[in-house]
């Protein structure tokens, strides 16, 4: 008489059916569902993540129009865009000469001053300070501007240039240059 | 742990307990778990800080959702529905002073655990993972606490978002992205107050669960003890009612009135003038300072002048703390019998507090100096100090007993003196 079909009847279908390897049918199943089941557990996961990103409507209100008829030589203006402020500096000679003379200087994060602005007259920057999001100080004129005649950072002493740029304390990078354009000689659009 | 043997409670034979019990043995669960459970006799009132705990969490979730009901998570709305919360609604100034009051009395009385924890060995073993559960909570109620700083909208409130939640953005490649995440924006602004005022509510929860894990976990092998030596057997324990829970609530009274003198008499010495006023993201206050139960935190953040090595040097000194049953090289437990270490943990006390003390202060010049030097102190302690006193030092000689040095070691007086946990 022929043996009973011992894989079937004690273990049940598919468990039995062993390849020489050990491996099962089954064993497949489970990898392949676990897999499935994960993935859509990742994507939907991610669904949830995504949403504490930026949304569309935030995104959307990025610009911010500016009239710099009114600042005259040596002042500065502040300007909120996307909800941080934007330091517009009138530049006087003296400072501009300042932060051209200071290309060659030994800065912790080099960039000629020709590279920051479009005009050199205006200096256009966002006002956070690169080390922990602080607001310098340096745009009222009773403000201290720091060792270097630009702004300084009270929260853990970052000292930035007429160009914006870091030259003493933790902040790691210059201030940086928002995109603006000129949409005529006297009016800036930033983002 | 020796085994006890059980003796239920009168209650227990009631018939409607027995029924309830043979369902749900929440019946059995409480007098296995509080009332007849065994604890060391010896335990001192540093052994209360965990039930205090406990209390300042309930007191926390309940007077937080009483604000709650009149609080309003908006960046226009905030500020003004605190002054409301403190000017119009019935007792409001109440519930908002013990919530402010309470989130310091919670961090005092965390920290006295902790020290605690450190004084007397407990994160040794087989209390390890008991050591994690608490590091959890402490990491979870940092969170829970900074988030709910933020929530009345000052400048304080406000600046701190910002720098705290900028400090991501010091890791390479994905912290810009990690940060604008974090905000929901460019800056910290109405997603992000929604996102905390969210989180605040669900934190605390989330800590409550960890409490039960601790828990847990300190059932397994039972209280350690100032002695820091094992329970041999049953004339080393007392019932933990009415014995425990008579200290305990007798601690509770004296902290209580601690806590009513802030509630009452004193309600913004722990807390900062700047945030009383409005959020303003065009200016900073010229002096940033976190809350003063974070300030040995910030004063590593700011000992290094690299932004990246701030950060991971303030994360790693908690980090740290998640190794230290390994980094602690000594099988004694209790300082009581490690002179040396004794000396090292009074100087790390000292070392904590200076960190605090420079964490308030301006980073330069003296502060900045003292904050530097005690951040090296600080890892040398667990990295340095720790590893070789377990080498060096000569703990003395331990007890052989918990019972021995209270009774004068006869075993004979002993199951007659302390109602011990004696054989049914
Ligand atoms: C681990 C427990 C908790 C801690 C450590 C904690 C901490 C804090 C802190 C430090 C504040 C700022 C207080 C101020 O300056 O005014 C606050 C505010 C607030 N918390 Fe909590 N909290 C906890 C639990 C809760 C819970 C469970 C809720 C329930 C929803 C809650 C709701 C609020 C609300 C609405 C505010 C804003 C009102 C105010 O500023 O007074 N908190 N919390
Ligand atoms: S935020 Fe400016 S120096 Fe730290």
Redesign the interface.
Same mark, same amino acid.
């Not at chain 1, 300070?129 to 602080?134: E, N, V």
């Not at chain 2, 019946?27 to 300042?56: C, E, H």
């Given at each position: 008489m022929a043996q009973p079909d011992s894989t079937t009847t004690a273990m049940g279908e598919g468990e039995g059916r062993k390849h020489p390897d050990g491996t099962t049918r089954r064993d497949f199943l489970y990898l392949a569902s676990a897999a499935f089941a994960g993935t859509g557990a990742a994507l939907t996961g991610w669904a949830f993540?995504h949403s504490?990103? @930026? *949304?569309a409507d935030?995104l959307a209100l990025a610009s911010t129009e500016v009239n710099l008829q009114p600042i005259a030589p040596g002042q500065a203006i502040?300007v909120?865009w996307? +909800?941080?402020?934007v330091f517009v500096r009138h530049r006087t000679a003296e400072e501009i000469a300042k932060a051209k003379a200071d290309d060659s200087a030994a800065l912790p994060d080099p960039q000629p001053d020709s590279r920051r602005v479009q005009r050199e007259q205006w200096l256009v920057l966002l +006002?956070v300070c690169t &080390?922990?999001?602080?607001?310098p100080l340096g745009q009222k004129p009773a403000d201290s501007k720091g060792d270097y005649g630009g702004w300084f950072?009270?929260? &853990?002493?970052s000292h930035y240039d007429t160009s914006g740029r870091i030259r003493r304390?933790? *902040? @790691?990078r210059n201030l940086e240059v928002p995109t603006y354009s000129f949409v005529n000689d006297s009016n800036i659009r930033i983002g | 742990m020796a085994k006890y043997d059980y003796v239920p409670s009168p209650f227990m034979a009631n018939s409607i307990v027995k029924w309830v019990d043979h369902r749900l043995p929440i019946f059995s669960m409480i007098d296995t778990q509080l009332i007849k459970y065994p604890a060391p006799r010896n335990l001192n009132y540093f052994w209360n800080f965990g039930s205090l705990a406990g209390v300042m969490l309930v007191i926390m979730i309940l007077s937080g959702i009483f604000l709650a009901m009149n609080y309003n998570p908006s960046t226009a709305g905030a500020f003004d529905s605190v002054e409301r919360i403190m000017r119009d609604v019935n007792y409001g100034w109440l519930i908002r002073y013990i919530h402010m009051n309470g989130a310091s009395m919670f961090f005092i009385v965390v920290y006295i655990h902790m020290f605690r924890g450190l004084y007397y060995g407990s994160y040794k073993y087989p209390r390890e993972i008991l050591w994690w559960l608490g590091l959890l909570i402490f990491l979870a109620m940092m969170a829970t606490a900074f988030m709910g700083y933020v929530l009345p909208w000052g400048q304080m409130s406000f600046w701190g978002a910002t720098v705290i939640t900028n400090l991501f953005s010091a890791f390479p490649i994905v912290g810009e992205s990690i940060v604008l995440w974090l905000w929901g924006g460019f800056s910290v602004d109405n997603p992000t107050l929604n996102r905390f005022f969210a989180l605040h509510y669900l934190l605390p929860f989330v800590i409550a669960g960890l409490v039960l894990l601790h828990l847990w976990a300190l059932h397994v092998h039972g209280s350690n003890n100032p002695l820091g030596i094992d329970a041999k057997g049953p004339q080393d324990k007392i019932p933990f009612h009415p014995y425990y829970t008579a200290k305990d609530a007798f601690g509770l009274a004296v902290f209580l009135i601690f806590y009513g003198y802030f509630v009452f008499f004193s309600p913004y010495t722990l807390g900062h003038p700047d945030n009383w006023i409005p959020a303003n993201p065009l200016v900073t206050p010229p002096h940033i300072v976190p809350e003063w139960y974070f300030l040995p935190f910030y004063a590593i953040l700011r000992a290094v002048p690299d932004k990246l090595g701030g950060v991971l040097l303030m994360f790693g000194s908690i980090a740290i703390l998640f190794l230290l049953p390994w980094l602690d090289t000594s099988r004694v437990r209790s300082a009581r019998f490690r002179p040396v270490y004794k000396v090292f943990f009074w100087l790390f006390v000292v070392c904590c507090l200076a960190l605090g003390w420079a964490g308030a202060m301006p980073a330069e010049g003296v502060p900045l100096f003292v904050g530097q030097v005690a951040t090296i102190w600080y890892f040398a302690h667990f990295l340095v100090i720790l590893p070789l006193l377990g080498w060096f030092e000569r703990p003395l000689p331990l007890p052989a007993s918990i019972a021995e040095p209270i009774l004068g070691g006869g075993r004979a007086g002993v199951m007659a003196a302390g109602k011990p946990m004696e054989k049914a």
């Amino acid at each position: 008489m022929a043996q009973p079909d011992s894989t079937t009847t004690a273990m049940g279908e598919g468990e039995g059916r062993k390849h020489p390897d050990g491996t099962t049918r089954r064993d497949f199943l489970y990898l392949a569902s676990a897999a499935f089941a994960g993935t859509g557990a990742a994507l939907t996961g991610w669904a949830f993540i995504h949403s504490m990103n @930026p *949304a569309a409507d935030v995104l959307a209100l990025a610009s911010t129009e500016v009239n710099l008829q009114p600042i005259a030589p040596g002042q500065a203006i502040t300007v909120t865009w996307r +909800g941080k402020p934007v330091f517009v500096r009138h530049r006087t000679a003296e400072e501009i000469a300042k932060a051209k003379a200071d290309d060659s200087a030994a800065l912790p994060d080099p960039q000629p001053d020709s590279r920051r602005v479009q005009r050199e007259q205006w200096l256009v920057l966002l +006002g956070v300070c690169t &080390h922990l999001g602080c607001v310098p100080l340096g745009q009222k004129p009773a403000d201290s501007k720091g060792d270097y005649g630009g702004w300084f950072c009270p929260c &853990h002493g970052s000292h930035y240039d007429t160009s914006g740029r870091i030259r003493r304390g933790p *902040a @790691p990078r210059n201030l940086e240059v928002p995109t603006y354009s000129f949409v005529n000689d006297s009016n800036i659009r930033i983002g | 742990m020796a085994k006890y043997d059980y003796v239920p409670s009168p209650f227990m034979a009631n018939s409607i307990v027995k029924w309830v019990d043979h369902r749900l043995p929440i019946f059995s669960m409480i007098d296995t778990q509080l009332i007849k459970y065994p604890a060391p006799r010896n335990l001192n009132y540093f052994w209360n800080f965990g039930s205090l705990a406990g209390v300042m969490l309930v007191i926390m979730i309940l007077s937080g959702i009483f604000l709650a009901m009149n609080y309003n998570p908006s960046t226009a709305g905030a500020f003004d529905s605190v002054e409301r919360i403190m000017r119009d609604v019935n007792y409001g100034w109440l519930i908002r002073y013990i919530h402010m009051n309470g989130a310091s009395m919670f961090f005092i009385v965390v920290y006295i655990h902790m020290f605690r924890g450190l004084y007397y060995g407990s994160y040794k073993y087989p209390r390890e993972i008991l050591w994690w559960l608490g590091l959890l909570i402490f990491l979870a109620m940092m969170a829970t606490a900074f988030m709910g700083y933020v929530l009345p909208w000052g400048q304080m409130s406000f600046w701190g978002a910002t720098v705290i939640t900028n400090l991501f953005s010091a890791f390479p490649i994905v912290g810009e992205s990690i940060v604008l995440w974090l905000w929901g924006g460019f800056s910290v602004d109405n997603p992000t107050l929604n996102r905390f005022f969210a989180l605040h509510y669900l934190l605390p929860f989330v800590i409550a669960g960890l409490v039960l894990l601790h828990l847990w976990a300190l059932h397994v092998h039972g209280s350690n003890n100032p002695l820091g030596i094992d329970a041999k057997g049953p004339q080393d324990k007392i019932p933990f009612h009415p014995y425990y829970t008579a200290k305990d609530a007798f601690g509770l009274a004296v902290f209580l009135i601690f806590y009513g003198y802030f509630v009452f008499f004193s309600p913004y010495t722990l807390g900062h003038p700047d945030n009383w006023i409005p959020a303003n993201p065009l200016v900073t206050p010229p002096h940033i300072v976190p809350e003063w139960y974070f300030l040995p935190f910030y004063a590593i953040l700011r000992a290094v002048p690299d932004k990246l090595g701030g950060v991971l040097l303030m994360f790693g000194s908690i980090a740290i703390l998640f190794l230290l049953p390994w980094l602690d090289t000594s099988r004694v437990r209790s300082a009581r019998f490690r002179p040396v270490y004794k000396v090292f943990f009074w100087l790390f006390v000292v070392c904590c507090l200076a960190l605090g003390w420079a964490g308030a202060m301006p980073a330069e010049g003296v502060p900045l100096f003292v904050g530097q030097v005690a951040t090296i102190w600080y890892f040398a302690h667990f990295l340095v100090i720790l590893p070789l006193l377990g080498w060096f030092e000569r703990p003395l000689p331990l007890p052989a007993s918990i019972a021995e040095p209270i009774l004068g070691g006869g075993r004979a007086g002993v199951m007659a003196a302390g109602k011990p946990m004696e054989k049914a």
